[in-house]
């Protein structure tokens, strides 16, 4: 990725459109919103091909993200807490736990932050 400046930030011209990151959200993502986007969306993404694998019959995935972040340290990311909300039919909360379990192990994002970052994952099951 290549990043050039811009007024208020920086921008990246990407296969899908241009990204515009900045401290100030008038003129595009926060950086830590994209660090909590990229954890969120990566789990999900790791959880929905071990469902399919499962043969778990499966709607819809919500994912609802949210950082905690420490102003006393730069506003460090100290957290960030991953609730799924999983639709489809005859879903076992067992069998969505552990595929929560794989998913951690196996999504890259997690994996890369998990020594610095606490990441809390929670899921309901949604009929």
Not at 76 to 101: C, M, P, W, Y
């Amino acid at each position: 990725m290549q990043f050039t400046i811009t007024e208020k930030g920086f921008s990246s011209d990407l296969e899908f459109g241009n990204l515009h990151v900045s401290g100030d959200e008038e003129y595009g993502f926060r950086p830590y919103q994209l660090m909590t986007a990229s954890i969120a969306v990566c789990s999900g993404g790791v959880l929905r091909k071990i469902l399919e694998k499962k043969r778990m019959d499966v709607e819809d995935i919500r994912i609802e993200a949210n950082a905690e972040r420490n102003e006393e340290e730069a506003n460090r990311i100290e957290r960030i807490t991953v609730h799924f909300v999983i639709k489809g039919n005859s879903l076992k909360e067992d069998q969505i736990k552990k595929a929560l379990e794989l998913t951690r192990k196996n999504c890259s994002m997690v994996r890369s932050v998990e020594s610095s970052i606490d990441i809390a994952e929670t899921f309901e099951i949604s009929e």
